[in-house]
C-alpha cells in the first residue's frame, strides 16, 4: 500500500515538484505527518499545514504557478469539507443580505495593514500595468481607465457599489468633478474613506447594495462582485438597472472563472474570503439578459499577478511594522502569504481565473460607444 508520502510525491512530481529538492518551487517538510494530513484534508489542510509550519517552499508563488497548470487541484479536492460547502451551497444562499455582511471581516482586518500593503492608492483589486512601473502608477491607471470608460463629466451623479476605502470615488471627484456615493458594508472601510475623501462631494455609506436608494447617471462596481454568488446575480444586475438613468452607464469590474462552482476554494473561504464566489462569463451575461446591455468587455487578468506579487513585496517590507500595529503573529503572516502567492500563481497560471471589466448600459450608448484601453 502507498504511503501518504509517496502519494504526494508522486502528484507534485507531475508538476516537475520536488519533496526537498532544490529549485525554489520545491518543498521542504518539516513535519513528517504533512502528507498525510493533506492526503485526509485536500486544500484545506494545505493552506493549515502551510500556516502551522509543518512545509515551506522558497517561492510559493512559483510552486502554485506549476500546481494550477498541472491541475493538480482538481486531484485533491475529496476532501470533506468542501464537499459539505457544495451541499450547503446548494440549499443555501451563502450571499443573502444576513450572510453578505460576513465578508466585512476580511476588510476589517486592520487599515494599517492594508495602508502598507496596497500603497498610497489604497486600492484592493487588480492594478492595470500597461504603461506602469510601480504599483501605486498601475493602480492610478486603473481608475483613471475606469473613470474614461464611463465618459465621466463634471455634474454627474455617480455610485459606487462596494467603494472600498473610498480611492476611485476619490480620483473620480477630484479629476472629473463629480458627486460620488460609496457604500461598503465595512465600518473599518467607511471610517478611513471618509477621511481620505473630506473635502470632496464624495458621501461614504455603510450599506448592502440591495438596499441603495437613488437614481445616477453612472454606476461602478469594483472586485465587489465577487462576494454577490451566482443565487444573486440576476438581482443584483436588476437593481444596477434600476439605479442607473436610461442613458447611464455601468462598469462591472470582477475576477471571473473558467468554470461553475458553488464555492470557492475551502482554505480561502475559511481564512480569506467568507461566502464568496466566482462567477463565470456564461452566469454573468445570463444574469444581464434583457436587463443591461453589453458595450465593451475587457480582459487584463494577467496584471493580476504582478498587483499580488507587489502586495507581498510591500506587506513584508512593512511586517515589523504590521505586527506591532495589532494582534498579528508569525502565523498570521504565512496566513497571509500563502494568499497572496497562490492567488498570484493562480493567475500567472492563467487556467482558471481572469479579470474582467465589462461596460453595459440599460438601453444602450447615445451613438457609438468608443472602447478605452
Not at 521542504?28 to 493533506?38: A, S, T, Y
Not at 512545509?55 to 498541472?70: E, G, I, M, S, T
Request: charged content about 25%.
Amino acid at each position: 500500500m502507498a504511503t501518504a508520502e509517496s502519494l504526494i510525491r508522486g502528484l507534485l512530481s507531475e508538476a516537475g515538484i520536488t519533496i526537498n529538492g532544490n529549485k525554489p518551487y520545491d518543498i521542504k517538510i518539516n513535519n513528517p505527518n504533512m502528507p498525510k494530513r493533506v492526503i485526509s484534508g485536500g486544500t484545506l489542510a494545505l493552506g493549515e499545514s502551510y500556516m502551522d509550519g509543518w512545509w515551506d517552499c522558497k517561492a510559493l508563488d512559483q510552486f502554485f504557478d506549476r500546481v494550477f497548470r498541472a491541475r493538480l487541484d482538481a486531484k485533491i479536492k475529496g476532501d470533506k469539507y468542501l464537499i459539505l460547502r457544495l451541499l450547503a451551497a446548494k440549499i443555501v444562499n451563502l450571499q443573502n443580505p444576513i450572510r453578505a455582511w460576513k465578508i466585512a471581516s476580511h476588510y476589517n482586518t486592520g487599515n494599517f495593514l492594508y495602508e502598507k500593503m496596497l500603497g498610497k492608492t489604497m486600492v484592493y483589486s487588480c492594478a492595470y500595468w500597461k504603461r506602469a512601473k510601480t504599483l501605486d502608477q498601475a493602480q492610478e491607471a486603473k481608475l483613471d481607465l475606469i473613470c474614461k470608460k464611463l465618459h465621466l463629466k463634471p455634474g454627474m451623479k455617480v455610485l459606487d457599489i462596494g467603494c472600498g476605502w473610498g480611492s476611485l470615488a476619490r480620483h473620480a471627484a477630484k479629476k472629473y468633478k463629480v458627486k460620488v456615493v460609496g457604500a461598503t458594508v465595512s465600518e473599518e472601510q467607511a471610517k478611513l474613506a471618509r477621511e481620505l475623501c473630506k473635502g470632496l462631494p464624495v458621501e461614504i455609506v455603510v450599506q448592502d447594495y440591495r438596499d441603495i436608494k437613488g437614481t445616477f447617471d453612472r454606476v461602478m462596481s469594483v472586485g465587489m462582485a465577487e462576494h454577490v454568488g451566482s443565487k444573486n446575480i440576476r438581482t443584483y444586475m436588476k437593481k444596477v438597472a434600476s439605479l442607473l438613468k436610461d442613458d447611464g452607464l455601468f462598469l462591472y469590474h470582477s475576477i471571473v472563472a473558467r468554470s461553475p462552482s458553488a464555492t470557492v476554494d475551502p482554505w480561502i473561504n475559511k481564512y480569506i474570503f467568507p461566502n464568496g464566489q466566482l462567477l463565470t462569463m456564461g452566469q454573468i451575461l445570463t444574469a444581464t439578459d434583457g436587463v443591461l446591455r453589453s458595450e465593451d468587455w475587457h480582459n487584463f487578468g494577467t496584471d493580476y499577478e504582478k498587483t499580488l506579487m507587489a502586495w507581498h513585496k510591500n506587506f513584508s517590507k512593512h511586517w515589523e511594522e504590521i505586527k506591532k500595529s495589532g494582534n498579528y503573529d508569525e502565523r498570521f503572516f504565512r496566513m497571509w502569504s500563502y494568499y497572496l502567492f497562490s492567488c498570484a500563481g493562480i493567475f500567472r497560471s492563467r487556467q482558471y481565473h481572469q479579470v474582467y471589466q465589462g461596460v453595459l448600459t440599460k438601453y444602450g450608448f447615445t451613438g457609438s460607444y468608443e472602447a478605452v484601453r
